[in-house]
């Protein structure tokens, strides 16, 4: 079955910081691989798509087919970064379904 | 553009009662999806339209549960008769047609029921 894991319930991290989420998927085609991000009292939104291989708020994302993951990567964590990231892959085996990780919920520590 | 809209934004009910939730999406965009978020737990997939027609629903729970989308505009979700495990929050996504290149959802606020 098709499954994104998000390991990591919460995370904390200090302002400057590096900070890594995690995301693993499982997906026998050929995946589409969304980060989201809900920042508080706002909706939920797109961050960043794999296939861009863009930058978003210094936050990047690279899909590693070898491992199934699609883990988000920032250097320096600054605090209005905290939010709740959901990780999410579109599959294509079904006309543009997509579905989201359980979300990690991250906080940037002054 | 107006974005993705939901109503009601707070929907308290009694066990046994029905609601009744509408989205509008984006103008325009043929792709409609209904998620679920239950308290501390992950975003669910419920069920997706393309236009009017059900592509997928896969995701619903029961028969309780009643989505429509007439004329391909808004949608409503029914729930009849409410249960307690139904609180949580509904959100609402809508993209535009996938042939035209991958588009990412544009989510709603979201609907937070409570069934007491």
């Known amino acids: 079955a098709q499954r994104v894991t998000q390991p990591e319930k919460l995370l904390s991290v200090f302002k400057g910081a590096p900070v890594e989420l995690k995301c693993n998927y499982s997906?026998?085609?050929?995946?589409?691989l969304f980060w989201y991000v809900q920042y508080s009292r706002q909706r939920l939104q797109l961050l960043l798509r794999h296939i861009s291989r863009e930058s978003i708020k210094g936050f990047t994302a690279d899909l590693n087919k070898g491992e199934t993951s699609f883990h988000l990567k920032k250097p320096f964590a600054q605090e209005e970064d905290s939010a709740m990231y959901y990780c999410a892959v579109r599959l294509k085996t079904s006309y543009d379904k997509v579905i989201f990780g359980p979300g990690t919920s991250l906080s940037v520590i002054p | 553009e107006a974005g993705v809209t939901q109503f009601p934004s707070h929907s308290v009910i009694e066990k046994g009662q029905t609601v009744t939730l509408r989205c509008d999406p984006i103008s325009g965009h043929d792709n409609l999806y209904w998620y679920r978020r239950v308290m501390g737990k992950e975003i669910k997939f419920l069920l997706h339209f393309v236009k009017e027609s059900k592509q997928d629903e896969s995701g619903m729970p029961n028969n309780r549960f009643l989505a429509e989308r007439t004329g391909g505009t808004y949608s409503t979700l029914k729930v009849q008769p409410a249960e307690l495990e139904d609180s949580g929050v509904y959100f609402c996504a809508s993209s535009q047609d996938q042939r035209t290149g991958v588009s990412p959802l544009h989510f709603g606020n979201g609907t937070r029921l409570t069934v007491t």
């Open positions: 997906y026998s085609g050929s995946p589409e």
